[in-house]
Protein backbone atom coordinates (compact mmCIF):
# COMPACT_ATOMS: atom_id res chain seq x y z
CA UNK A 1 0.00 0.00 0.00
CA UNK A 2 2.99 2.12 0.65
CA UNK A 3 4.57 1.23 -2.69
CA UNK A 4 1.74 2.37 -4.66
CA UNK A 5 0.88 5.86 -2.56
CA UNK A 6 4.37 6.67 -3.43
CA UNK A 7 3.92 5.95 -7.14
CA UNK A 8 1.00 7.94 -7.55
CA UNK A 9 2.28 10.93 -5.93
CA UNK A 10 4.58 11.56 -9.04
CA UNK A 11 2.05 10.95 -11.25
CA UNK A 12 -0.37 13.50 -9.83
CA UNK A 13 2.32 16.30 -9.87
CA UNK A 14 3.24 15.67 -13.24
CA UNK A 15 -0.82 15.70 -14.20
CA UNK A 16 -1.05 18.97 -12.49
CA UNK A 17 2.02 20.84 -13.98
CA UNK A 18 0.69 19.68 -17.64
CA UNK A 19 -3.19 21.16 -16.33
CA UNK A 20 -1.47 24.13 -15.38
CA UNK A 21 0.80 24.61 -18.86
CA UNK A 22 -3.09 24.62 -20.68
CA UNK A 23 -4.43 27.03 -18.61
CA UNK A 24 -1.31 29.61 -18.80
CA UNK A 25 -1.58 28.98 -22.71
CA UNK A 26 -5.19 29.54 -22.84
CA UNK A 27 -4.92 32.96 -20.70
CA UNK A 28 -2.02 33.83 -23.14
CA UNK A 29 -4.18 33.37 -26.01
CA UNK A 30 -6.96 35.38 -25.23
CA UNK A 31 -4.82 38.53 -23.70
CA UNK A 32 -3.55 38.69 -27.69
CA UNK A 33 -6.76 38.51 -28.99
CA UNK A 34 -7.81 41.56 -27.14
CA UNK A 35 -4.96 43.42 -28.04
CA UNK A 36 -5.41 42.47 -31.43
CA UNK A 37 -8.85 43.62 -31.29
CA UNK A 38 -7.67 47.10 -29.78
CA UNK A 39 -5.18 47.43 -33.12
CA UNK A 40 -8.20 46.57 -35.62
CA UNK A 41 -10.80 49.55 -33.92
CA UNK A 42 -7.27 52.23 -34.50
CA UNK A 43 -6.85 51.04 -38.25
CA UNK A 44 -10.37 51.65 -38.79
CA UNK A 45 -10.66 54.50 -37.09
CA UNK A 46 -7.52 55.84 -39.25
CA UNK A 47 -9.13 54.22 -42.30
CA UNK A 48 -11.86 56.08 -41.96
CA UNK A 49 -10.37 59.58 -41.74
CA UNK A 50 -8.59 58.41 -44.98
CA UNK A 51 -12.08 57.52 -46.27
CA UNK A 52 -13.81 60.92 -45.93
CA UNK A 53 -10.88 62.23 -48.61
CA UNK A 54 -12.43 60.43 -51.41
CA UNK A 55 -14.93 62.39 -53.49
CA UNK A 56 -18.25 61.06 -53.79
CA UNK A 57 -19.46 60.76 -57.69
CA UNK A 58 -19.26 63.66 -60.17
CA UNK A 59 -18.52 67.17 -59.41
CA UNK A 60 -20.67 70.22 -60.12
CA UNK A 61 -20.52 72.33 -63.55
CA UNK A 62 -18.55 75.43 -62.58
CA UNK A 63 -18.44 78.24 -64.51
CA UNK A 64 -21.69 77.89 -66.50
CA UNK A 65 -22.26 81.44 -68.20
CA UNK A 66 -23.71 83.25 -71.60
CA UNK A 67 -21.25 84.44 -73.67
CA UNK A 68 -23.18 85.78 -76.12
CA UNK A 69 -26.49 86.59 -75.98
CA UNK A 70 -29.18 87.65 -79.05
CA UNK A 71 -32.49 87.91 -79.73
CA UNK A 72 -33.33 84.21 -80.74
CA UNK A 73 -29.59 82.20 -79.34
CA UNK A 74 -27.35 82.24 -77.03
CA UNK A 75 -23.75 80.63 -76.45
CA UNK A 76 -23.54 78.81 -73.31
CA UNK A 77 -19.84 77.61 -71.76
CA UNK A 78 -18.21 76.54 -68.88
CA UNK A 79 -15.60 74.32 -67.07
CA UNK A 80 -15.00 70.23 -67.67
CA UNK A 81 -15.57 68.21 -64.87
CA UNK A 82 -13.11 65.31 -64.95
CA UNK A 83 -14.26 62.04 -65.77
CA UNK A 84 -17.24 63.45 -67.48
CA UNK A 85 -18.37 61.87 -70.58
CA UNK A 86 -20.51 64.80 -71.66
CA UNK A 87 -23.19 67.10 -70.21
CA UNK A 88 -27.05 67.33 -70.24
CA UNK A 89 -28.62 70.88 -70.68
CA UNK A 90 -32.46 71.46 -70.51
CA UNK A 91 -34.32 75.27 -70.28
CA UNK A 92 -37.58 76.64 -70.14
CA UNK A 93 -38.93 80.35 -69.23
CA UNK A 94 -38.66 81.69 -66.15
CA UNK A 95 -42.20 81.69 -65.45
CA UNK A 96 -44.75 80.09 -63.12
CA UNK A 97 -46.17 76.83 -64.62
CA UNK A 98 -43.30 76.63 -67.24
CA UNK A 99 -41.88 72.91 -68.72
CA UNK A 100 -38.53 71.70 -69.11
CA UNK A 101 -37.75 71.39 -72.51
CA UNK A 102 -36.33 67.55 -73.48
CA UNK A 103 -33.07 66.82 -72.26
CA UNK A 104 -29.78 68.19 -74.92
CA UNK A 105 -26.52 66.32 -74.21
CA UNK A 106 -23.36 67.67 -75.49
CA UNK A 107 -20.00 66.25 -75.03
CA UNK A 108 -18.32 69.65 -75.57
CA UNK A 109 -18.10 72.22 -73.05
CA UNK A 110 -19.59 74.97 -74.67
CA UNK A 111 -23.62 75.10 -76.51
CA UNK A 112 -25.25 77.51 -79.15
CA UNK A 113 -29.10 77.62 -78.13
CA UNK A 114 -31.47 78.47 -81.37
CA UNK A 115 -34.81 79.52 -81.57
CA UNK A 116 -35.44 81.37 -78.53
CA UNK A 117 -38.29 84.30 -78.14
CA UNK A 118 -36.80 87.65 -77.95
CA UNK A 119 -36.93 89.59 -74.98
CA UNK A 120 -37.61 86.93 -72.86
CA UNK A 121 -36.26 85.60 -69.40
CA UNK A 122 -35.22 82.11 -69.16
CA UNK A 123 -33.61 79.80 -66.56
CA UNK A 124 -31.17 76.78 -68.19
CA UNK A 125 -29.87 74.14 -65.68
CA UNK A 126 -26.55 71.61 -66.60
CA UNK A 127 -25.33 68.35 -65.11
CA UNK A 128 -22.61 66.10 -65.62
CA UNK A 129 -22.92 62.24 -66.37
CA UNK A 130 -20.73 59.50 -66.66
CA UNK A 131 -22.28 56.35 -69.14
CA UNK A 132 -22.07 52.43 -68.51
CA UNK A 133 -22.89 49.86 -70.62
CA UNK A 134 -23.44 46.86 -69.56
CA UNK A 135 -24.09 43.49 -71.74
CA UNK A 136 -27.10 41.54 -70.85
CA UNK A 137 -24.82 38.35 -72.23
CA UNK A 138 -21.92 38.59 -69.96
CA UNK A 139 -24.19 39.07 -66.96
CA UNK A 140 -26.42 35.51 -67.94
CA UNK A 141 -22.95 33.82 -68.69
CA UNK A 142 -22.15 34.28 -64.72
CA UNK A 143 -25.00 32.55 -63.32
CA UNK A 144 -26.66 29.14 -64.84
CA UNK A 145 -30.22 28.78 -63.73
CA UNK A 146 -32.39 25.70 -64.38
CA UNK A 147 -35.45 27.44 -65.82
CA UNK A 148 -36.94 24.03 -68.00
CA UNK A 149 -35.59 24.98 -71.64
CA UNK A 150 -33.91 22.47 -73.52
CA UNK A 151 -30.45 23.01 -75.11
CA UNK A 152 -32.36 23.89 -78.46
CA UNK A 153 -34.67 26.77 -77.02
CA UNK A 154 -32.14 28.22 -74.73
CA UNK A 155 -29.98 28.42 -77.72
CA UNK A 156 -32.66 30.04 -79.60
CA UNK A 157 -33.54 32.64 -76.67
CA UNK A 158 -29.85 33.34 -76.50
CA UNK A 159 -30.03 34.72 -80.45
CA UNK A 160 -32.98 36.72 -79.69
CA UNK A 161 -31.21 38.71 -76.84
CA UNK A 162 -27.86 38.54 -78.18
CA UNK A 163 -27.57 42.42 -78.81
CA UNK A 164 -29.74 43.43 -75.48
CA UNK A 165 -28.12 45.99 -73.68
CA UNK A 166 -28.50 48.43 -70.47
CA UNK A 167 -27.54 51.64 -70.58
CA UNK A 168 -27.06 53.19 -67.25
CA UNK A 169 -25.71 57.21 -66.55
CA UNK A 170 -24.47 58.53 -63.11
CA UNK A 171 -25.15 62.85 -62.52
CA UNK A 172 -23.78 65.14 -60.90
CA UNK A 173 -25.69 67.85 -59.39
CA UNK A 174 -27.36 70.71 -61.34
CA UNK A 175 -26.08 74.51 -61.95
CA UNK A 176 -28.64 76.83 -63.14
CA UNK A 177 -28.13 79.58 -65.19
CA UNK A 178 -30.86 82.37 -65.81
CA UNK A 179 -30.60 85.79 -68.64
CA UNK A 180 -33.44 87.32 -70.63
CA UNK A 181 -33.24 87.62 -74.56
CA UNK A 182 -32.65 90.96 -76.58
CA UNK A 183 -35.82 92.58 -77.69
CA UNK A 184 -36.57 92.17 -81.45
CA UNK A 185 -34.59 95.62 -81.76
CA UNK A 186 -31.61 94.08 -80.48
CA UNK A 187 -32.14 96.10 -77.02
CA UNK A 188 -32.22 95.06 -73.76
CA UNK A 189 -31.05 93.62 -70.50
CA UNK A 190 -28.52 90.69 -71.91
CA UNK A 191 -27.84 88.82 -68.98
CA UNK A 192 -28.51 88.27 -65.14
CA UNK A 193 -26.51 85.95 -64.75
CA UNK A 194 -25.11 84.04 -60.70
CA UNK A 195 -22.37 81.87 -62.11
CA UNK A 196 -22.18 78.93 -59.59
CA UNK A 197 -18.19 78.32 -57.85
CA UNK A 198 -16.61 75.22 -58.25
CA UNK A 199 -16.53 72.75 -55.46
CA UNK A 200 -13.40 72.49 -53.10
CA UNK A 201 -12.19 69.15 -53.36
CA UNK A 202 -10.24 68.64 -50.45
CA UNK A 203 -9.33 69.66 -46.68
CA UNK A 204 -6.48 69.42 -44.82
CA UNK A 205 -5.52 69.92 -41.46
CA UNK A 206 -2.99 70.42 -38.54
CA UNK A 207 -3.78 70.68 -34.92
CA UNK A 208 -2.02 71.99 -31.37
CA UNK A 209 -2.65 71.15 -27.60
CA UNK A 210 -5.59 73.88 -28.13
CA UNK A 211 -6.82 74.36 -32.02
CA UNK A 212 -7.22 72.68 -35.50
CA UNK A 213 -6.09 74.45 -38.27
CA UNK A 214 -7.91 73.67 -41.63
CA UNK A 215 -6.88 74.40 -45.10
CA UNK A 216 -7.89 74.04 -48.34
CA UNK A 217 -7.51 75.72 -52.65
CA UNK A 218 -8.85 79.08 -53.03
CA UNK A 219 -11.64 78.96 -55.72
CA UNK A 220 -10.97 81.37 -58.61
CA UNK A 221 -14.89 82.35 -59.06
CA UNK A 222 -16.04 82.02 -55.19
CA UNK A 223 -16.92 85.33 -53.16
CA UNK A 224 -16.30 83.07 -50.15
CA UNK A 225 -16.60 79.86 -47.94
CA UNK A 226 -19.39 78.61 -45.12
CA UNK A 227 -17.18 76.20 -42.76
CA UNK A 228 -19.52 73.87 -41.03
CA UNK A 229 -18.91 71.00 -38.62
CA UNK A 230 -21.15 68.18 -37.00
CA UNK A 231 -20.26 65.83 -34.70
CA UNK A 232 -21.49 62.31 -37.22
CA UNK A 233 -20.15 62.00 -40.61
CA UNK A 234 -24.05 62.25 -41.84
CA UNK A 235 -25.01 64.07 -39.16
CA UNK A 236 -26.27 67.46 -39.14
CA UNK A 237 -23.95 70.14 -39.71
CA UNK A 238 -24.02 73.50 -38.05
CA UNK A 239 -22.35 76.90 -39.68
CA UNK A 240 -19.33 78.15 -37.35
CA UNK A 241 -18.03 81.29 -39.50
CA UNK A 242 -18.70 82.62 -43.14
CA UNK A 243 -15.43 83.87 -44.79
CA UNK A 244 -16.60 86.80 -46.67
CA UNK A 245 -13.49 86.76 -49.16
CA UNK A 246 -11.73 83.79 -51.53
CA UNK A 247 -8.23 85.23 -50.96
CA UNK A 248 -8.49 83.72 -47.12
CA UNK A 249 -7.81 79.76 -47.42
CA UNK A 250 -7.65 78.26 -43.85
CA UNK A 251 -9.67 78.50 -40.93
CA UNK A 252 -8.58 78.15 -37.33
CA UNK A 253 -10.68 76.27 -34.70
CA UNK A 254 -10.65 76.59 -30.84
CA UNK A 255 -11.67 73.70 -28.84
CA UNK A 256 -11.95 71.82 -25.10
CA UNK A 257 -10.17 69.03 -24.72
CA UNK A 258 -12.72 66.62 -22.38
CA UNK A 259 -12.42 63.68 -20.40
CA UNK A 260 -12.89 61.56 -23.60
CA UNK A 261 -11.48 61.81 -27.30
CA UNK A 262 -14.48 63.72 -29.67
CA UNK A 263 -14.48 63.43 -33.57
CA UNK A 264 -15.60 66.04 -35.64
CA UNK A 265 -16.22 66.49 -38.95
CA UNK A 266 -15.65 69.73 -40.89
CA UNK A 267 -17.08 70.74 -44.25
CA UNK A 268 -16.31 73.66 -46.77
CA UNK A 269 -19.17 75.83 -48.97
CA UNK A 270 -17.89 77.64 -52.06
CA UNK A 271 -20.19 80.37 -52.66
CA UNK A 272 -20.72 83.42 -54.93
CA UNK A 273 -23.08 86.21 -54.51
CA UNK A 274 -24.70 87.66 -51.52
CA UNK A 275 -28.47 87.52 -50.18
CA UNK A 276 -31.16 85.82 -52.25
CA UNK A 277 -28.61 85.99 -55.33
CA UNK A 278 -26.26 83.93 -53.44
CA UNK A 279 -25.56 80.66 -54.75
CA UNK A 280 -23.10 78.04 -53.31
CA UNK A 281 -21.41 75.04 -54.93
CA UNK A 282 -22.03 71.55 -53.52
CA UNK A 283 -19.97 70.70 -49.82
CA UNK A 284 -16.64 69.37 -49.88
CA UNK A 285 -15.97 65.64 -48.53
CA UNK A 286 -15.97 66.25 -44.92
CA UNK A 287 -12.96 66.02 -43.15
CA UNK A 288 -12.44 63.83 -39.53
CA UNK A 289 -10.33 65.43 -36.96
CA UNK A 290 -10.31 63.97 -33.52
CA UNK A 291 -9.64 65.75 -30.32
CA UNK A 292 -7.58 63.65 -27.48
CA UNK A 293 -8.61 63.64 -24.48
CA UNK A 294 -7.35 65.99 -21.66
CA UNK A 295 -4.35 64.60 -19.82
CA UNK A 296 -4.01 63.84 -16.33
Given at each position: ???????????????????????????????????D????????????????????????????D?V??????????????????????????????????????????????????????????????????????????????????T??????????????????????????????????????Q???????????????????????????????????????????????????????????????????????????????????????????A??????????????K
Amino acid sequence: MFMMKKRLFPLLAYMLAFALMFTTVGVFNTSYASADDVDAEDEEDEEDEEDDEDLEGLGDVANFDAVSISKDKATLKWDKVEDADGYEIQYKLDKKGANWCDPITVTKARYEVKKLSPGKKYVFRIRAFIYYEEDLDDEEEEEEVDDGLTYEDAEEDDEDSEDEEIDDYDYGEYTTLKFTTLDRQGKGQTSTVTVKPAMIKKISYSKSSKKVTLKWKQVSNADGYIIQVATKKDGKYKTVTTLKTNKKTQFQKAYKQGKKDAKYYFQIIAYKGSGKNRVCAKASPAKAVTVPKKKK
